[in-house]
């Protein structure tokens, strides 16, 4: 007994900060992923864009861009020393070992360029928007994921009217990305952005902040 009472009289152990939780953020091409990534600042919390960092980091590291440089030649980076996105695609096209080891160097890159983003945010949730969620399966390390999805024809009209490409070439690059019924069965929640504006907006609000 007075052992019992004597360790009850120890002072309480400092509760651990909690770090925010992640909410990954995810559709194919058209779906509408950056316009509800867009609402979900508007709602006060951070997005981190994996795919636009991904441009930067490949300009702005230097580890990185001598990777890069021995993999896919010199000529991977221009003049200017900008990253040559023409010359790498056409290099990467139909080569999948090539792609493969590209996206070797380039996702950890990402990866820790995120940790490093994470460390820095205060807010209880976060969000990582990135268009491969479930092909790199980056969803076991969220807390959640949302899939942004919508009818094929919906999706690819507006990249259409947004990158000025054929019906042909959208849905080309459609093909080549995992199934919607398979992300759909991987996601926790499901924004359907077959609508306007402003209930795709609505509908973001409701998913955030019913996040438990
Ligand atoms: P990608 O992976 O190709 O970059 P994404 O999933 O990020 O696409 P967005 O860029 O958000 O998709 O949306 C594609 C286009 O459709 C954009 O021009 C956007 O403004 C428009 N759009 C998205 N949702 C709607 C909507 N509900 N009503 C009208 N236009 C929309």
Redesign the pocket.
């Known amino acids: 007994m007075e052992e019992l009472h004597s360790e009850s009289q120890q002072p309480a152990e400092p509760e651990p900060l909690s770090s925010p939780k992640i909410i990954g953020l995810t559709?194919?091409?058209?779906?509408?992923?950056?316009?509800?990534?867009k609402f979900i600042e508007e709602f006060g919390f951070p997005v981190y864009y994996s795919?636009e960092r991904a441009k930067e980091i490949v300009n702005d590291n230097e580890d990185l861009k001598a990777k890069i440089k021995q993999l896919l030649g010199e000529e991977a980076y221009d003049e200017n020393g900008l990253y040559d996105r023409k010359f790498v695609a056409d290099k990467v096209f139909n080569n999948k070992d090539l792609l493969e080891q590209l996206n070797l160097i380039i996702h950890p890159a990402v990866r820790n360029d995120f940790e490093d983003w994470v460390k820095k945010q205060t807010k209880y949730l976060i969000f990582k928007e990135t268009?491969l969620l479930f092909e790199l399966k980056l969803n076991k390390e969220c807390y959640k994921s949302i899939l942004?999805t919508?009818e094929d024809n919906i999706?690819i009209k507006?990249?259409m009217?947004?990158d000025s490409k054929t019906y042909r070439e959208v849905q080309s690059i459609m093909e080549k990305q995992m199934p919607e019924k398979d992300k759909i069965k991987l996601a926790d929640c499901i924004i359907y952005?077959n609508?306007?504006?402003e209930?795709?907006k609505e509908h973001t609000e409701k998913v955030v902040f019913d996040i438990e």
């Open positions: 559709g194919g091409i058209g779906s509408g992923k950056t316009t509800v990534a795919d268009a942004v919508a999706r507006r990249v009217d947004r952005n609508t306007n504006l209930d795709l």
